[in-house]
């Protein structure tokens, strides 16, 4: 059940991500036959994945200016 909630919901934000930065249903359609393998699943995943991601880099950074501060402040 929850699989199928999960697939649903990612099917839904790939479909809304393509259309709103496609616009045109042709480009959409080879969009998503060669980039998503055809599954708007697909699309909603890795737009999920370069979310992740973006917040990934910005607790790095985040973690990296602190320590540095603090590495500094300490020696200082």
Request: hydrophobic share 55%; no cysteine.
């Amino acid at each position: 059940m929850k699989q199928a909630l999960a697939n649903r919901f990612l099917s839904k934000v790939g479909k809304l991500y393509l259309y709103l930065r496609l616009r045109a249903p042709q480009k959409i359609k080879r969009e998503l036959s060669i980039k998503y393998e055809g599954q708007y699943r697909n699309a909603g995943l890795m737009l999920l994945f370069d979310f992740l991601m973006a917040i990934g880099v910005v607790v790095f950074a985040f973690a990296g200016t602190a320590i540095l501060y603090l590495s500094l402040k300490i020696s200082a």
